[in-house]
């Protein structure tokens, strides 16, 4: 039987219109539901039928479930435009989160040569800095995935692939606390600077 967003931790999401832009929300192997996608925290007020952008949004993210667990996110990795917004991921779904799970953040405006890890409560975080490439493609640079590797597999797999590293991670990166990692954010960067138009 297909496993649907109903019978995951992301129904709640979906059902608040959270989940934007979606590449991949299906399961994408067995027991194992991916969303590929934005995820909403904060929305602009609407007038009658009008349909407008999220004020404020999680990028490029990349999550699982899987079962039996119908509570927590297995994996989750993010894009966010300033570290600061960990703290309202935190206010608007930080009850999908585990202890002992793997989560990621990159971060716009973290120094680019730091790497820490944070606690939010009893969760732990890996927080990196954003390069000139995708959260994704740094992502697998983490992981120590080649590309060559899952290029042969489709969507779906090549996510379930990505998933099965990202739960083996581990690293023994400095842990500072959410308040030290703000005091050492720096100004957030215009993400299209430096771009060819």
Not at 163 to 185: H, N
């Amino acid at each position: 039987m297909t496993l649907t967003i109903d019978k995951t931790p992301l129904a709640r999401l979906e059902a608040e219109s959270r989940l934007t832009h979606a590449i991949i929300k299906e399961e994408i192997s067995p027991g194992r539901f991916g969303f590929r996608g934005e995820i909403a925290l904060k929305f602009q007020q609407q007038m009658a039928d009008e349909k407008r952008p999220p004020e404020l949004s999680v990028w490029q993210v990349f999550t699982s479930t899987k079962e039996p667990d119908d509570k927590h996110l297995e994996m989750f990795m993010c894009y966010l435009l300033s570290f600061e917004y960990l703290g309202t991921i935190m206010e608007v779904f930080g009850d999908l989160f585990k202890p002992g799970n793997k989560y990621f953040i990159y971060s716009n405006n973290q120094d680019l040569l730091a790497k820490y890890r944070i606690y939010m409560g009893d969760v732990m975080f890996y927080c990196l800095a954003i390069g000139e490439a995708t959260a994704y493609n740094e992502f697998l640079e983490l992981l120590f995935i080649d590309k060559n590797d899952i290029k042969k597999l489709n969507t779906g797999g090549k996510m379930d692939y990505i998933i099965e590293e990202a739960v083996k991670f581990d690293s023994d990166w400095e842990v500072i606390t959410y308040e030290e990692g703000l005091k050492r954010m720096g100004p957030v960067r215009n993400p299209n600077e430096n771009r060819p138009v």
